[in-house]
């Protein structure tokens, strides 16, 4: 039995063109016109409709214990508002305290997922501590184990983050071993010290927050990491890239020859920093890290997504209630926990406000959300793409449907959306997962525990070797 | 009747996948597994090897009278290399003398390709003159008549250069026409000047072309173009783009959200000007506008094609024999005429020299050599990649034979090779031009004439309208 | 019979300390603490004051044919007015009519000048064709006639400029000379094209002045002049330069080993570009070419004088009659006379909004408007300082004085003031030119005819040689 | 009874002209013409010869204890040595030990300089901690004893190095306290990660010094520097600036308005990294930090300091004995002692290389080593200038006399000189410190002890106020 997409146009990080897509065991297996069709074939008809890829999301918080509280999504809800989203792939943090065992961390996060997820889904190793012996074992297990990818602070010094020694011993380690290492960028130090400034002149409103983290903070973080990974000559990858000094030094850094790659998040194209001026504690729902950015820096992202110095678009989804958790820093702005919803809402956003206003094509939707992180973090080509051999996650879409973005439309598990109000255009009609619908016109038809670990392997293996 | 292509690796600008492909009536039907063969198709076996979409050089010149000779290859020696060397599109430039007729012009190099031509080709018209109606016209003639990009010159003073008020004029009236303008981007005015202090000076070898055409010239021209085209609210294509002078001023312009792209050519990533010091006047084989550079600028050029910057690499095939047509200029390095095989070579230098190297991948060598030219010139999908629906212009690579270049291995009608004796890898087993074989193993299987006149559209129609 | 100031502060380019300072036969003396009175001496007492070197304005057109009309101030009541503003040197533009005679045009400047300049005066010669015997020869004449400046307009296309061939041609001859060569860096193509495009869409308004010369065409043509300059070795000086673009290329001209100067003029400083959007075309008041720039550019300026990227802060007087000269482009933008007054203004508004405000100290104030000018043009040390062996010209100044710019204070020949109704602080107290008083405490000493012609020496002679 | 100097030319910063100066009670009175003689005056004969202002060398290490030894010139021989070669004026590194009591820190350096300089000397304090109450009081202590200048240390991590938040601290104390803040600009955490591996490779030679600490890491910390010092709102000073990279950091600063000095040493302008080649443990004696560079940053340097990006030229002279000291180093690059002696060679290496070859003129030579140091620390006008008022620290230098750099010439108590055999060329006739002569043609005149501490004052006061 096959599952056979017919008379839809196809897109892909470089093709568009109208053909039948079928997909046996759970594997996009013939790509042609006018396909033959079985009787017991499942025959999804996508006239006038676009198929797309399932996007691919690299950065997710699910289920994570973070300043005293923990995300509001879990594996389950995370997972279903994704594909719901058109996403059908998530690669979530699991982060180690400090001292912690990296293993025991990894153990811990799969058994937050499993017999959750309804996608696919693969995981990150935070990186809180390094320059020992049982670290560096524990780091090499974890490739062992299928996590290719390690992620490091630069920012929340004291808990979290490294020290420039630690993170030039870590990328030279990920070098050896054929891992990726992401970095978070920010000077948390000078954070620190801002923070307590503002603190002790007795501010206390969201906007703090962002006074406590200037762009030039990010841009002086960023800089640094890439000077530290060419010195230790190994990759880098920059998550949640937000502003235009950060972005200039990725872009110096790669016309040099270097090799950097850098994320940007939909709210760092979507919003100015105004919105911290609202009244009502409403501007704590941005509150995150690093934060929204004042004017000209969006732009700026925009024209990086346009260029190719931005190569991801992720969303640092991190959702935390407004009415109970958010409402934690109500009288203290470092109080409240960073972070904010975003991964069922990641391809409409890019949709509506990227593609339709011709700010960036099709191609490079598709590219930054799902065939560039898919190959990034070494899924590609089984996920990311459509193509003969590669996992039947489809995504039937309607270009034309228009909508109104807010909670009512998302299925995250959290009281509020950052685009309340806002119009949408585009409908996820059909969302496949190996080849089985998760979604269909509003509908979750998928299982929670259907998604798999994705066992990532080392090496950096440009093609052909 | 079909033809097969069985079991190869096929690799596109996004995707490597193993595959079959089938083409009908000249067109790709079907890629899958296992695909049904009938007895009358014809079956090529691609085990082994890669399966790569036929590549598309958007700068030739064929038959092309020019400094008192004409180009040593014409419509059908010069397709024919192309094909042999993996190429199975051109766009070639017709050049209007200084108040010719635009249309005329185009005619004249209709009769130049017709029952020539082995692949399909395309024109642009070079406008060398602007600001009447009648050249007004002339130039949307053309665009009726399927010719939609136009170049224009800063360079070559006084005969084929237009001043920065007319270059403003075409980039307005392109931009309203949807057409695309190329521009060779050297400031004239010096380089005459330059070549003329030279002359007066005594100085006579070809050494001095290059001394006489500084990079500085060509960034200069570059900045300044790009400055026009934003006046003018018109996209910008940088042809042969050499240098990292100009290759910054393109960076800087994209990073500012101006729509620009550039093309290079492999001599400028493979030579350093070094080669002008060759005895013998051997250094006459290299003479070339703009010239080879100093060291330095093919490891930026080598950068640029990496990030994304350089979109295209193209070749400016323009051959002259050595021995008959660049010794006019024995005694005076300004009567060299101007120009250097390549189209033949093109593919396979960036896979052995790029590729191989690892200082590109196989997605980046495809994408510039074939989809993104393609793309930007109006003839994606229809060529420059492998998807449903496309051209059945196919090759059949053999990514591990071993050759060495030169005047014994390329197909050109000229009596040099640049490469000549150099390493090289990579073979072009079968090459087909809508589903008919034209190359197999060494052996021309095409056709005079059989290639088709590629009648593009206007519009920059950014997906979806 | 000497002149002695005592009891001043003395301020130069450098130092600041109080001294007596003593004038014999035009020329500084003796610098000292209680210098000796002789019962015939004319004794000022500076107590509580600043004594200055007199200022050096190298832009100024005086008496000046252009668009049909002539400059409103003459050489008496220009130089009056510069001297009540604290300025004791002009040198002042001869400019060609194309193809005519250098030398000739060199007389007529000096016969506007002659019998009614109150202070000393030098010529720049303006030139408007080059590249035949005739010009050459009329230039080398300049030079042995004491104008070792020769200027050339990029702007002005078809009336006064020159193409960039002539420019490298005048370059090189110029560095053979000893001479310096000034240049007026807009792109008058374009601009010409911009001009042509907004008449024929009826747009009359002064604002399409500004609109049709963006920021972009300075800074494309200043980077421009600075790669021909590179290509001749020769040294180049931008007259004002108005915006970031230009002011960046200078920038990384410098620091990269090159020679070259720049200007900027006050008007550029203190205002935006919406002085254009005032009612009852009083924007004309600042159609002026570059025109004023939009709000960031003034910023970038400031930053540009205070880290010495611009060297010089000249006027470009050059002022036209409102009621009766303004008006004559009052239906077509591109007819009103470009230019305002501004040379007795200069050094008020530099001290209230430069000094006053921090953004430049007073030694910056003084070398850019005295010392660097001199010094640049081949007056130093005889202008533009206070040191033994200089001429004495010199300024009490009293920095504690305020007062309103308009034209009841300034004493320019014209109907208008840039500044009408903005306050400023200092005052001129005494000027003195070669040791005579020209001004005092608001009333005119002076002697048309008493200032003279300076004859200038080529030779680029950095000390010591 | 006045001294003297009578017929020289005079050399300022800003101004050059024939002049006699005569000084009292060891101050300028007078400068002018024929300045009349008393017959107890003692009487110099600058005929043919230069004045100078006496230079500062605002970054010396006299007698400082480091790496397990002391640096090999004391506040005798370092400013006897000072004095010969025509600098008059010293501000040495009091440096505390890490939670060491500043003022008993400055005690201890009170105690070594007093009773054995022989010209004046002030003092900036070493901030190797900070963020206690205990910390804060010494550093206003040391500001109210005449210390106005703090340096902090980004290298040397784990003895001398204070993190980001520490220096932000003592940026945001040091601008309410009018006082400056210097920086030693390398990552020391990356450069002990470097040092470590290569000694865990067996690598021993002083070559491995400078691979330890790549420019990279000092335009890295340079950068890092700059935005901390923004974010605190306070001036910054970079000591001894070598690559091109952080200059670029303090251009790109300075342009955007930031308040950032620089200074360089000779050395980095002399010498590229061929030196660490050297046989026979030669390369030790450039063992110093930041190290020399390769070839390219020199040049950069020099067009900064034409540009003016570099204001100061200082020494760092910090001797360690060849034979003795630097030995220590002989089998762990390591532990050689980092320094190298220069107080005595800078006026003279700048002088042949920079002012004779053309790169800088005179007024940049005076203004770098003089003038702009004594106004970036608080010493002008007293120090740094010829000026009426100003101490009468004055140099008769002639600039025709030619030597031989070496310890043959200079005065310096070490084995070496960085300069051996090289030639050179001027003459520092007589040296007067307060109207005193210290030296004269080759002999010592002065006396252990005539040097005062120089009692600086807080504020930034940007005359006039």
């Not at 509001?72 to 279903?80: E, K």
Request: aromatic residues 10%.
């Amino acid at each position: 039995m096959a599952t056979l997409i017919r008379n839809g146009t196809l897109l892909t990080a470089t093709d568009r063109y109208e053909a039948d897509v079928s997909i046996e065991d759970g594997v996009i297996r013939n790509i042609g016109r006018d396909l033959p069709v079985a009787p017991e074939d499942e025959v999804i008809d996508a006239t006038g409709r676009w198929v797309l890829p399932g996007a691919v999301d690299v950065h997710t918080h699910l289920d994570m214990p973070f300043m005293g509280t923990v995300s509001a999504d879990d594996f389950f809800t995370g997972t279903r508002a994704a594909a719901a989203g058109g996403t059908t792939t998530v690669v979530d943090f699991a982060i180690a305290p400090r001292h912690g065992d990296y293993e025991q961390t990894l153990d811990a996060w799969h058994a937050r997922a499993e017999g959750k997820a309804v996608i696919d889904y693969g995981f990150h190793m935070g990186v809180t501590w390094f320059g020992t012996p049982e670290a560096e074992t524990g780091l090499r297990r974890c490739v062992a184990r299928g996590v290719t990818s390690f992620k490091c602070f630069m920012a929340y010094k004291g808990t979290l983050s490294i020290d420039d020694g630690e993170m030039f011993g870590l990328l030279a380690l990920s070098r050896d071993l054929g891992a990726t290492v992401s970095v978070h960028a920010e000077n948390g130090s000078i954070v620190e010290a801002l923070v307590a400034r503002h603190r002790a002149a007795g501010h206390t409103d969201p906007v703090w927050h962002a006074r406590s983290r200037p762009s030039t903070l990010e841009g002086e973080a960023t800089s640094r990491a890439i000077v530290i990974a060419r010195q230790a000559g190994a990759p880098l990858y920059i998550v949640h890239l937000t502003c235009a000094e950060a972005l200039e030094a990725v872009r110096r850094a790669r016309a040099a020859g270097q090799e950097v790659h850098a994320e940007t998040c939909p709210q760092y194209l979507m919003f100015t920093d105004e919105v911290y001026e609202r009244p009502d504690f409403e501007g704590a729902k941005w509150v995150m890290s690093p934060p929204i950015r004042p004017a000209g820096h969006p732009e700026a992202l925009w024209a990086g997504l346009a260029d190719g110095t931005l190569e991801v678009v992720a969303t640092d989804h991190c959702p935390f209630q407004f009415a109970t958790q958010k409402v934690m820093g109500k009288h203290d702005f470092s109080l409240i926990p960073n972070g904010a919803p975003g991964v069922g809402d990641r391809m409409a956003v890019l949709y509506h406000y990227g593609v339709k206003t011709g700010r960036i094509d099709v191609h490079r939707w598709i590219d930054t959300c799902s065939t560039r992180p898919a190959r990034l973090f070494g899924l590609h080509p089984q996920k990311g793409t459509l193509a003969v051999g590669s996992d039947g996650d489809v995504v039937v879409f309607d270009p034309k449907a228009t909508f109104t973005f807010g909670t009512a439309w998302s299925e995250h598990a959290v009281d509020y959306s950052l685009y309340e109000g806002m119009p949408g255009s585009g409908a996820f009609d059909v969302v496949l997962s190996r080849g089985q619908v998760v979604w269909e016109r509003g509908t979750f038809r998928g299982r929670a525990g259907a998604g798999r670990f994705l066992h990532r392997f080392p090496g950096r293996t440009p093609f052909p070797e």
